[in-house]
């Protein structure tokens, strides 16, 4: 059974930085592909940054150069540093496993406001 915990969300000020982190509580970082997604008001969820079980990322385009996916196989723990937040970002932010069928966490609110 999959199992995804995300925490670290908040309210940060725009310019500002937050990490995600998503626990994962098994051995499957570095079998599934793992992503983080995030979901705005009234609008779909959309992938943000995935990563392989090889380590290959995929940035979506609007991200790129400011976060940052990473993961602690020891720790069974991925994450999501995030710098320079802008308000268009706050979204519930969302971690998922890929392993034949989608695991979703139940996601942390991330709000850029001042």
């Known amino acids: 059974q999959v199992q995804l915990v995300e925490s670290g969300g908040g309210l940060v000020q725009p310019g500002g930085s937050l990490r995600l982190s998503c626990a994962a509580f098994?051995?499957?970082?570095?079998?599934?592909?793992m992503g983080w997604y995030r979901q705005a008001p009234g609008k779909q969820r959309e992938l943000v940054v995935g990563?392989?079980?090889?380590?290959?990322?995929n940035y979506a385009d609007p991200v790129k150069g400011r976060f940052t996916i990473s993961r602690d196989s020891a720790k069974k723990t991925m994450y999501l540093q995030m710098n320079s937040l802008k308000p268009e970002k706050t979204a519930v932010y969302y971690c998922?496993?890929?392993?034949?069928?989608?695991?979703w966490g139940q996601g942390t609110q991330v709000t850029v406001s001042s």
């Open positions: 098994t051995n499957i970082l570095s079998i599934y592909t």
């Open positions: 998922s496993a890929r392993g034949g069928i989608y695991y």
């Open positions: 990563i392989t079980s090889g380590g290959s990322t």
